[in-house]
């Protein structure tokens, strides 16, 4: 496997090369640590989204979805502290390169770009703002949301009531948020605009402890159940000092990226804060009425807050597997593998016709047809046969199935497994149980 400096910069140009993200505006010399997911990318991403959402909603019966909007009410920004220090970094600039530093980042006095002198340490808010309305003035002010869960508990009321839950509940939601931050990079590690998916789970206060432990395991399990190596994964404990002004618990669950260990997701109790003041500055009642105990409350909550930029890039790097494997003419070549769990796969199935030869085309386009509306599926008849395999291994294509002259006679294609490289003759009226069995 490659060094940890060369494994970025593979991550990054397979990206590029084969259509999973691209650097944003690039035909105007891109905009720095922003991104876009190209054909792949987005597959990839809706594909982690999906298996999310289906832990987190569909196999529970407690836990239900949102989608609010991006743009809030101002107010909400200051109930939930965002416009106060609470979510401002101290900065330092540099006055010869002007570059910005967070504090905690530096070491020493000087710039660590250019040697040059710093400003004194200022409070720089995170929040992006925007004007609402065609005339700019203060009145019109409005911000992008930072975070997407105060979308959830500004909803908790209108959720608690036309769905009748009961405690505990969840709500989750996946969706852009946006910072202004000032060390933004490692690719689409830290970016400014990027997708979160949270879960905020409402319980009764004597309950934090037991479901804080429990939420963390169950979102390690999500991560090891996608196959994530595990000699990767951790969790690490935010210590009193730095745990976030409404946290009485935190940690993070963090992947050892090839560069360094970092956070993926942090699991928080967050205690009453956010309710409490939600209720406070909007003067709405935004308390549980259990009625078994007949006594009225503002829930707790236990927040799952995860990054699906950060997921997305962890995936790839993850399965990126570096092998030997013989080329046409027997000779070992490196061999580049997304060795991505089938349901993460963007391709789930390739089909490659041998030749471009027309009757053999006819008969792999219809293989491909009788595929495609159960799986994300390819069709590729461009070179070599060997190339194309290579192709789909770099992508993370499960299976490639190939129609040579003999599918013409004995109606059988040879399905290739990515991972074991083994060719399988399965007879075409068979082939899409076949695959649907082994996709499950
Ligand atoms: P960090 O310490 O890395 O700045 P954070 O502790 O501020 O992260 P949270 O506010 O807890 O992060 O946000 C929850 C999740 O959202 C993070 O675990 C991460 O996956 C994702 N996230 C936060 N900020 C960014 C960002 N700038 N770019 C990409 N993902 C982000």
Not at 113 to 133: H, I, S, Y
Request: glycine share 6%; with cysteine; charged share 35%.
């Amino acid at each position: 496997m490659p060094k940890n400096n060369d494994l970025m910069d593979k991550i990054v140009s397979l990206s590029k090369r084969r259509g999973f993200i691209f650097q944003s505006s690039e035909i105007y010399g891109g905009l720095s640590s922003s991104y876009d997911y190209g054909p792949l990318g987005v597959e990839l991403k809706n594909n982690i989204k999906k298996a999310w959402w289906k832990t987190m909603v569909q196999d529970r019966d407690n836990i239900v979805g949102l989608d609010a909007a991006i743009i809030m009410s101002p107010k909400v920004w200051e109930a939930s502290g965002h416009l106060t220090a609470g979510f401002a970094d101290p900065l330092r600039e540099c006055k010869k390169c002007h570059h910005r530093f967070r504090t905690d980042n530096l070491e020493g006095d000087k710039c660590p770009d250019c040697g040059g002198e710093l400003t004194e340490e200022r409070q720089f808010n995170l929040m992006m703002k925007t004007n609402l309305g065609v005339v700019e003035d203060e009145a019109s002010v409005a911000y992008l949301r930072a975070e997407t869960c105060q979308g959830i508990y500004c909803n908790f009321k209108n959720v608690l009531d036309s769905m009748h839950m009961k405690l505990p509940f969840g709500i989750a939601q996946i969706g852009k948020s946006f910072r202004n931050e000032i060390t933004p990079g490692n690719f689409t590690f830290r970016t400014r605009e990027f997708e979160q998916m949270e879960m905020q789970y409402f319980i009764s206060p004597d309950d934090s402890k037991k479901y804080f432990d429990e939420w963390k395991n169950m979102r390690m399990k999500w991560y090891e159940d996608l196959g994530v190596s595990k000699d990767g994964l951790k969790f690490e404990k935010h210590g009193k000092d730095d745990l976030a002004h409404y946290a009485k618990a935190a940690e993070d669950v963090i992947y050892k990226f090839p560069f360094g260990w970092s956070e993926l997701e942090g699991i928080h109790d967050r205690g009453d804060w956010d309710l409490s003041n939600h209720q406070k500055h909007s003067r709405q009642k935004l308390e549980y009425f259990d009625q078994e105990n007949n006594r009225r409350f503002v829930p707790h909550v236990i927040e799952t807050s995860g990054g699906v930029d950060r997921a997305t890039l962890m995936f790839i790097a993850d399965a990126y597997t570096e092998d030997e494997a013989p080329d046409a003419d027997g000779k070992l070549q490196t061999r580049t593998v997304l060795k991505f769990d089938k349901r993460l796969a963007p391709i789930k199935v390739a089909v490659l016709p041998l030749s471009k030869k027309e009757e053999l085309s006819k008969v792999a386009r219809e293989v491909y047809d009788g595929l495609k509306d159960e799986f994300m599926t390819w069709y590729d008849e461009t070179q070599a046969i060997g190339k194309r395999y290579r192709r789909q291994d770099e992508v993370g294509t499960p299976y490639c199935v190939t129609v040579d002259f003999e599918s013409l006679e004995d109606k059988s294609v040879t399905v290739r497994d990515r991972d074991t490289m083994k060719q399988e003759r399965i007879r075409m009226d068979e082939l899409k149980d076949y695959l649907i069995k082994k996709l499950a």
